[in-house]
């Protein structure tokens, strides 16, 4: 049974960075697409952007600025950079795995349980 | 991107009876969508893809349907842990993917 776990600072000042790590057990990073989606408070779903194992990446364009998402395959981790941070990145994220449906995208199998990070002074 | 929009925002149904719950996308996603079924606490679980596929373990209760900019969930003879929010998200047009904004169903 895949598993993921995200771990990393619950609370991050503004103008910082925030980083978070996954790390996948029950499983290889290998041959999947992992993504960072995000929760609001008031429970709209945010995708981040995802890391191929290859290393490859695809970020949402409205965050794309700001965001990195790597991969470590040797530690069956990936991970998540966001720069500048304000009080509006204040959500729950989430890493999940995506399954490619054919040429078209990915629907999540897979989720963390989620990591809580608030952005406040 | 392509706007998801789940109506109703909450759905008052007894247990035993059942549920319909809607997702309508500004533009054509073909049959690239998914369902999510989230309890507080827990992170979103996948109950459909491909629109109409019920994922691994998921009890046949739930169906999906439709395609192009209209999808339907029907749950059957709702269980009390059925009682949760459910999103749906499109993978045809992207990045991003994008989510509705959820569907809650409570106990009437």
């Known amino acids: 049974q895949v598993q993921l776990q995200e771990s990393g600072p619950g609370l991050v000042k503004p103008s910082e960075t925030l980083s978070l790590s996954c790390t996948v057990s029950g499983g290889s990073i290998g041959s999947y697409y992992w993504s960072w989606i995000r929760q609001y408070p008031g429970k709209g779903l945010e995708w981040i952007g995802y890391?191929?194992?290859?290393?490859?990446?695809f970020y949402n364009p409205s965050l794309k600025s700001r965001v990195t998402v790597s991969v470590d395959t040797s530690k069956n981790q990936f991970s998540l950079k966001m720069t500048s941070v304000t009080a509006a990145d204040t959500a729950k994220y989430y890493c999940a795995r995506g399954s490619r449906d054919g040429y078209f995208g990915d629907h999540f199998d897979y989720w963390g349980q989620g990591a809580m990070v608030t952005v406040s002074s | 991107e392509t706007v998801m929009t789940q109506s109703p925002g909450t759905l008052s149904v007894s247990p035993g009876e059942g549920a319909t719950l809607s997702c309508r996308a500004s533009?054509?996603?073909?049959?690239?969508l998914a369902w999510y079924q989230q309890k507080p606490g827990q992170p979103p679980r996948l109950l459909i893809y491909?629109?109409?596929t019920r994922a691994t373990g998921i009890p046949a209760r739930f169906s999906g349907s439709g395609s192009g900019t209209e999808f339907t969930l029907t749950i059957v003879s709702l269980q009390s842990e059925d009682f949760a929010v459910y999103y749906c998200?499109?993978?045809?047009?992207?990045?991003?993917?994008?989510f509705g904004q959820g569907t809650k169903l409570e106990i009437k």
């Open positions: 998200q499109q993978y045809n047009d992207w990045p991003p993917y994008t």
């Open positions: 890391v191929f194992y290859t290393g490859s990446t």
């Open positions: 491909g629109a109409s």
């Open positions: 533009q054509s996603v073909s049959s690239n």
